[in-house]
C-alpha cells in the first residue's frame, strides 16, 4: 500500500504528463476497404456494468460487471480509424449544457487530429481564453473549416443572450456531428437558414460564409427561440440524425418528469419512424459536481422509453473519489472549476459514448 503523499505525487505526475501542449494537427482520411478494426470487439458487457475504477497511473477508467470481472470497452483514443468507422455516415446529435459543449469540442478534436488532448488554450475550458468570441473562434479554426459555429453572446436590454450551435461535417471522413445549446429554463435557440445549410456540404459552405463564430445576430428577425420539446417535434428529423445524446446538466428547471418523457419519447419516436432503435437515443446521466447536489429524477423515465442511459455520474464520482483520497483540492484534481473537467475525463467520456453507439 502507497503512502499517501506518494500517491499524491503519483498523481500529480499523471497530471503533469496529460498537460504537455500537444501542437501537431493532422488531417486523416479513412481507407474505405479497410475492415472495421474494432469489428467482434465490441462488448456485450456494457449493460451489465455496475462498477468503475480510475487507474491512478493513466487516469483512464475501468469498467466492471461484477467483483474482479472486467468489462473491457473499446479504447478508441487509441484506435483513430475504428472510432471514425463508428460514426462513419451517421449523423450524430448531442443536445445540453456546457459539458456536453465541452465533450463535443474534444470528440470532434479528437476526429480531426487524432487527440484528445489540445495545444494551450484548451479546447475544453473557455476560462483560458480572453473573451468568449475568443473561445469560439479559435477552437472553430481548429477543425480546419469543417464545423460552422452559430455562436454569439450579445447584451440586449440589460439581458445577455448565449447561444451556441455547433454543426461538425468532415468530409474525408464522412462523419457529423451537431451540438446544440440547452440551458435548462432558458430553452433553445438557433437560425433556421443556417441549420439548413449545415445539413449538406456543399450548402455548409455557404453556411461558413454568412455565419462567423461570435458574429451571428439574435437581433435577426428569423431566430428561432424554443424549447426541447418543441425542437424535437418540430425540427430534430430535418437533421436526419442517427443518433441523439441529450442532457440538461446542472440547469435548473429543465421540466417536469412528464415533460422529460414527452421530450424523449418524441425523440424515440422519430428515430423509429428513420428505421432505428429506441436505443439510439442515449440521455446522458448528470455529470458529478463539487459543492452541489446532483440529480437523478429522470432516470426511470428514461429507462421506461427503451433508450439508453449513458452513466456520466458514475464516471466523473471515480475521479472526485480519487481526488478525495488524496486529499487533493482545486486546481489539483481532475475538475476545473465546481462543475467542468480536464481534458482526459472527457476523453473517457467520449470512449464510453463510442462504445455505446458501436453497440447500439
Avoid at 447584451?155 to 450551435?165: A, L, R
Avoid at 439548413?196 to 461570435?214: M, N, V, Y
Wanted: charged share 20%; glycine share 4%; hydrophobic share 35%.
Amino acid at each position: 500500500m502507497k503512502h499517501p503523499f506518494c500517491r499524491s505525487i503519483q498523481y500529480a505526475l499523471a497530471l503533469v504528463c496529460l498537460f504537455c501542449p500537444i501542437y501537431s494537427i493532422v488531417n486523416f482520411k479513412l481507407n474505405s476497404k479497410a475492415p472495421f478494426e474494432v469489428e467482434g470487439e465490441i462488448s456485450n458487457c456494457i449493460d451489465s456494468i455496475n462498477a468503475f475504477n480510475v487507474s491512478l497511473d493513466s487516469l483512464k477508467v475501468s469498467y466492471y460487471t461484477a467483483p474482479n470481472t472486467e468489462c473491457k470497452l473499446v479504447r478508441f483514443d487509441e484506435k483513430f480509424e475504428a472510432a471514425a468507422k463508428v460514426l462513419e455516415g451517421k449523423h450524430l446529435v448531442m443536445i445540453g449544457d456546457s459539458l456536453t459543449r465541452y465533450q463535443y469540442l474534444s470528440l470532434v478534436y479528437f476526429l480531426e487530429s487524432g487527440k484528445f488532448s489540445s495545444p494551450h488554450p484548451s479546447q475544453t475550458w473557455e476560462k483560458e481564453y480572453n473573451s468568449w468570441n475568443q473561445f469560439y473562434q479559435i477552437t472553430n479554426h481548429r477543425l480546419n473549416g469543417n464545423e460552422v459555429c452559430d455562436c454569439f453572446r450579445v447584451k440586449m436590454n440589460e439581458t445577455e443572450i448565449i447561444n451556441e450551435n455547433r454543426y461538425y461535417h468532415n468530409p474525408l471522413t464522412n462523419v457529423r456531428i451537431t451540438y446544440l445549446q440547452w440551458f435548462g429554463s432558458v430553452g433553445m435557440g438557433y437560425h433556421p437558414d443556417i441549420l439548413k445549410l449545415a445539413q449538406s456540404r456543399d450548402s455548409f459552405e455557404i453556411a461558413l460564409t454568412i455565419c462567423h463564430p461570435g458574429t451571428c445576430d439574435p437581433r435577426d428577425p428569423t431566430f428561432v427561440k424554443t424549447n426541447p420539446n418543441a425542437f424535437i417535434k418540430n425540427v430534430i428529423a430535418d437533421l436526419n440524425p442517427h443518433f441523439v445524446v441529450m442532457n440538461c446538466g446542472h440547469w435548473k428547471r429543465c421540466g417536469s418528469q412528464l415533460e422529460i418523457k414527452q421530450t424523449v419519447a418524441a425523440a424515440v419516436n422519430i428515430l423509429e419512424k428513420l428505421g432505428l432503435s429506441s436505443k439510439n437515443f442515449i440521455w446522458k446521466s448528470t455529470t458529478h459536481a463539487l459543492r452541489q447536489p446532483n440529480s437523478h429524477e429522470y432516470l426511470n423515465v428514461i429507462h421506461d422509453s427503451g433508450a439508453q442511459v449513458m452513466p456520466a455520474y458514475n464516471i466523473t464520482y471515480e475521479y472526485f473519489m480519487l481526488s478525495k483520497d488524496l486529499q487533493l483540492e482545486l486546481p489539483f484534481t481532475a475538475y476545473t472549476d465546481n462543475l467542468h473537467f480536464r481534458e482526459f475525463v472527457y476523453r473517457e467520456l467520449n470512449i464510453f459514448m463510442l462504445n455505446m453507439l458501436a453497440n447500439s
